[in-house]
């Protein structure tokens, strides 16, 4: 019988697994995990789709729509996004695994992030097969334009009458050509799409990381003494990390807004707009 | 010895600077989670600002219809008057909860009048409402939500003695009454 040698013993003998470092730290990490994991679950947030990669604005994940219809209603939609900014997207979901139409839709708003950050353009149609039923969720930026009332209206009168009969593609279509109307006609503002000058924050932001790299170019070609290390004492040159934050959230998102707008023929990708609850809810069933 | 002394007073002076940059930077934190938590309770007293302000619209309607209900208008209205006087967060919250009360009897009442869901202006309220609840219902989840990660924020070691420091102190959040965490609701 071979006894197994197992280094860092001293009488050669197997040893207990769980005396091992090793193992006991594999043990505190799986319990952190799944303490973790059943915190998580304990929240109850709707599990939603991700978002469409590339992205899109029409997603019809309940299969209720032709392709045809489908890219009907794409292109209708950029064009209006093309027109003011406004990004509206239409989600269809087979069910909504018991929630209510009202914290999926802004539970799949937020993880989105539909409409451009600055400006929180975004509209939500979001459709619910199984449990007939559908909800508008507005952007925090279009509930002046889009008052509740006005989307219940489209709701009885555009989108209802038509899932009733069994086209849905109609309602939407119906429902899109309303709204549209109604933001072509009201007060929005042209998307920024014109405006080359940066805003205060992307500047300083741009300055910071100039003098930044200026900084590491200079220290980095005059090696003189002991090298690269500062002193322990310089501790501050370095910056706390806190500080940079402010700089780079504001100054950061300035640019992908504008960028996304700029590839024309497709629709650029959701911006991380957010919503407040707003919008009207109905159905079918 | 004056090397050591130098070096002993390097390592001090760097414990110092660690020190003080690590409180600047908690406290930053701390005022940053505070901020936060101010802002989700500006949005929540806008949406019962909001809701306060669509309330006499509706009982006018209503009282178009349902002029004899008298009880219940009474009852709307000291809630509400509850409500504009109301001042801490726990104050807020009986008053809010005095007035989702008043609603639901309000809508209550109402399906007693089918003339009365018919009419238009009655519908559009009745939307506006709804969605007035559900702004409410989400300020109220992202101010408790702010709230709490401020709480952990403050009284989590070490950040607890920068708080301590600071007087820092937990806040409340926003209590749902048992049973009125369902928004009064309208069928058709």
Redesign the interface.
Known sequence: MTRLRRPGTSDGYRRPMHASPARLWAAVVCAFAIVLFCSLWVYGQPKVPTKPVPPRLVNDLAGMLTSAEAQEIEERLLALNEANGVQFAVVTVPDMGGYSI?EYS?ELFQKWGIGEAKEDNGLLLLIADEEGRLRFETGYGLEGDL???F???VI?ENLVPHFMEGDPAAGIVEAVNTIALRLAGGEIEPSSKEEKSLSPDELAAIVFFAIVIVYLIVKSSSRKGPSGRP???G??VRR???TPGPFMGGGWKGPSGGSSRGSSGGFGGFGGGR???????GGWK | MKKSGLVAL??V??IV??LG?GF??VS??IIRSEEEVNVSWA?VQN?FQRRYDLIPNLVETVKGYAAHEEEVFTAIADARAKLGGAQTVPETAEAVNAVEGALSRLLLVVENYPELKADASF??????L???E??????RQRYNTSVQSYNVKIRTFPNSIVAGMRGAVPKDMFEAQTGASVAPEVKF
């Open positions: 009202e802004v008052p509740d009332a989307l219940g209206r009885d002193p322990k004492s501790g501050g706390p990390p806190s919503s407040g609850g707003g919008g009207a809810s | 390097v390592i002076l760097a600077a660690v940059i600047v930077s930053n934190s949005e949406q519908r559009d309220l009745t939307y506006e709804t969605g007035t559900n702004r409410i219902a989400v300020a």
